[in-house]
Every structure is written in structure tokens, then in C-alpha cells.
């Protein structure tokens, strides 16, 4: 099978190409990555020199670019986006031109040369605060920042050429993310690193909103299975049935480090902050999924994947995230 991955310079799609191309020795990987803050061919290291391995600098909203880099593959995975909340209540703009606009641009190029598949990867975020009970995938969508409202827009596009076009599509969506790679603005890699230098961990609110953790690995495996024996037109949710308070995972993570809850700094919550996310995940669990890290012991992997890759941390600490996170908690303090 040849795939193009959009993103997968990121840090899911990374971990998914290397999962494909490590499980599958009749699999391709192209990957389309414009390489924004967030893309860092390091996570690609160990596949770069693969001959099933081609990567193609370029953005999912160019459209002669993507037919190109579209043209002949059996499905496409589309994990390009704007991924931090934060950063969009800083600014939407991007967030709209890739995750609608770019998503529009990719649908185009697959129906154009009827592609076999597409699978959108997308988030739990598009339901919105969960206040009670779990949300099913035909639940209303109703997402309460600008980043999640740019990936409901994506959603909305895709099931659309489904119902219109018939495009093969899937739509993935997922709880929150953690594990070795992940860029150091979201709560987990930002909280590790911030404490193994000795800085505050800037904690929302009151710290009782609650995330439903997912190693990256058991999402890799549930994309890899929704790509395979996914029904088209349908959405899959994928969620690591372990529902955390951030104040909770926040000293897991001190006292895994052995550094002190003195470091946690309450500071002013964010603007439309979803206080919990819970996915209904029937669906893919009767496809044949269930997760298979547990929260402690994937967590514990992944403190130490920081603590061992200070090399791959340090300069992104110290080179663009430094001017974001100045501007980000200055005014939460
Ligand atoms: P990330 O921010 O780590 O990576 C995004 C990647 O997309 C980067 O490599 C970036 O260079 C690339 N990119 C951005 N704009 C692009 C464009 N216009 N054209 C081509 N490439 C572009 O994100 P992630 O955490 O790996 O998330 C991947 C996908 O999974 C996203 O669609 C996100 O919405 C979704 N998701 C993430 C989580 C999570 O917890 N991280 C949870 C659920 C869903
Ligand atoms: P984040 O990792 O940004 O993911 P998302 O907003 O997509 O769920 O945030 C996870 C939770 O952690 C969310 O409730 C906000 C909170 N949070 C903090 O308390 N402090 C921080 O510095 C960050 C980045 C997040």
C-alpha cells in the first residue's frame, strides 16, 4: 500500500510513519510536511534513509502541490493541522487556512484522482465540554475555541464528500495525546521540561479539568486500523479510558521527576476552557481496539524519554516556543 501522510513531521504522524513502515514491509510513506514550528525532522531520523520512506516540503493548502504529491497513492492520512488551543485564542488565522482550507484542498485532490481511501485524524475537541456521561461520534458538535472550531470545520468538509461525492473518507477522533516527541507547549511535555529545569508549571484555573489520556503509540495502532478495516463514511472515536485532573497528572509528573509540588504555579485560566473531554468508544472497540498502555507506566516512559533527549528539547526551548511562552503566560501570571 503507498500512503501519503500530510504532518508527518509532527508528533503523531511521526509516530505513525514509523509504526507503518516498521509493521508493513509492503507499505510506502510519503510525507507532506510544510514544517511550521511544530514539523522537526528529527522525530524522523531513524526512517529517513528508508527507500519506502520520501519526504516532500510543502503545504496541504497548495494545490498543485498536493495533486503531485497525491497522485497514484491508495489512501491518504491527513494529520496536518494547527494543534494548540492556546495559540489559537493568540491567533486563528493559520488554524483556518490549514485545518479548513487545507483539509478542502486535500478532498479536492482525492476526489479528483479518486483516491481509495482518506482518513481524516481528528480530535475529541470537536464535541466540546463533556460535562456528564461520554459523547457517541453522531453526538452534535459543538466546539468552544477557534482551534476546535477549525477542525469541526474539517470534519464538517469531509463527511460532506462523503454524502455529496462519495470520497471514500474516515474520520478519526481521538482524546488527548502524550508520549516521547510531542512539541513542549501541550500541558505533559511542557510540564516535564519545565521541571527538569527547575521552572514553574503554570497549571489553569483551578486544575480540575479533566483530559482522557492516550499513549501516541495506541492511537498510531487505532489510525493503523481504522486505515485497514474502517467502514467508509464512517467516524471513529478513540479515547484511553483514563480520565485525569490536570492538578492530579500535574504531581504524577512531579513525583515521577522527585522534584516538588512547590513548582506548580496556579495561574489565570484560559478563555473558553473545556472542562472535560469523554469519548463513547463502542465503535472502534467492536472493530477490535483497546488500548494497550496503561496511563502510569507510559507516562513513566515518557519522563524518561525527556530526561534521556534533553537534545532534542533544549533548542526548541530556547529558539521560537521562548518568545510564545513569554507572550503566552505573561499575562496569566
Ligand atoms: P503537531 O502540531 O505536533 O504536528 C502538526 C504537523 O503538521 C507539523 O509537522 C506541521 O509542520 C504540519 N503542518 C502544519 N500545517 C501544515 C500545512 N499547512 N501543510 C503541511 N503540513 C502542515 O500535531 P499533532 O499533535 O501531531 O497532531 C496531529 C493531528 O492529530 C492534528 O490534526 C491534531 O488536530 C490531531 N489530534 C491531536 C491530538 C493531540 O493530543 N496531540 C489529539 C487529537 C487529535
Ligand atoms: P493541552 O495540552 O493544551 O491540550 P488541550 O487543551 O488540547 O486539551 O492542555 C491540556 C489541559 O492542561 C487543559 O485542560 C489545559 C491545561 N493546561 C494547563 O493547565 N497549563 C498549561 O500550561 C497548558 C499548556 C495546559
Not at 479518486?114 to 452534535?140: C, F, K, L, M, W
Not at 509540588?261 to 472493530?287: F, N, T, W
Request: with cysteine.
Amino acid at each position: 500500500m503507498k500512503l501519503l501522510v500530510t504532518g508527518g513531521a509532527g508528533f503523531i504522524g511521526s509516530h505513525f510513519i514509523r509504526h507503518v513502515l516498521r509493521k508493513y514491509p509492503g507499505h510506502s510513506v510519503i510525507n507532506l510536511d510544510k514544517l511550521t514550528y511544530a514539523g522537526n525532522l528529527e522525530n524522523l531520523r531513524e526512517v529517513e534513509r528508508e527507500p519506502r520512506y520520501r519526504f516532500v516540503h510543502g503545504d496541504i493548502s497548495d494545490a498543485a502541490v498536493v495533486r503531485d504529491a497525491m497522485r497514484g497513492v491508495d489512501a491518504v492520512l491527513n494529520f496536518a493541522a494547527e494543534s494548540h488551543v492556546d495559540r489559537s485564542i493568540l491567533g486563528a488565522d493559520e488554524f483556518l487556512k490549514t485545518d479548513v482550507l487545507g483539509t478542502f484542498t486535500l478532498l479536492e485532490a482525492a476526489r479528483e484522482l479518486r483516491i481509495p481511501r482518506y482518513v481524516q485524524i481528528s480530535t475529541d475537541e470537536v464535541y466540546g465540554s463533556v460535562e456528564h456521561g461520554a459523547v457517541r461520534e453522531n453526538a452534535p458538535l459543538r466546539p468552544s475555541n477557534p482551534y476546535s472550531a477549525s477542525k469541526a470545520g474539517g470534519d464538517l468538509l469531509v463527511s460532506a464528500y462523503w454524502a455529496t461525492h462519495r470520497l471514500p473518507v474516515l474520520i478519526t477522533r481521538s482524546s488527548n495525546n502524550f508520549g516521547p516527541n510531542q512539541y513542549p507547549e501541550k500541558i505533559i511535555p511542557l510540564f516535564i521540561t519545565n521541571a527538569l529545569e527547575d521552572r514553574r508549571l503554570p497549571l489553569y484555573g483551578d486544575g480540575r479539568n479533566v483530559r482522557d489520556w492516550l499513549y501516541v503509540l495506541d492511537n498510531c495502532a487505532a489510525i493503523d486500523l481504522v486505515l485497514h478495516a474502517g467502514v467508509p463514511g464512517e467516524i471513529y472515536n478513540i479515547g484511553g479510558g483514563t480520565e485525569v485532573e490536570n492538578i492530579v497528572l500535574t504531581r504524577q509528573i512531579l513525583r515521577l521527576l522527585g522534584k516538588p509540588e512547590s513548582l506548580i504555579q496556579p495561574v489565570k485560566d484560559r478563555p473558553g476552557h473545556d472542562r472535560r473531554y469523554a469519548l463513547d468508544c463502542h465503535k472502534i472497540h467492536s472493530l477490535g481496539w483497546k488500548p494497550a498502555h496503561e496511563l502510569g507506566a507510559a507516562l513513566a516512559e515518557t519522563v524518561r524519554w525527556y530526561k534521556e533527549h534533553e537534545a532534542w528539547w533544549q533548542p526548541i526551548k530556547s529558539g521560537e516556543f521562548k518568545a510564545y511562552y513569554a507572550k503566552q503566560y505573561a499575562d496569566r501570571a
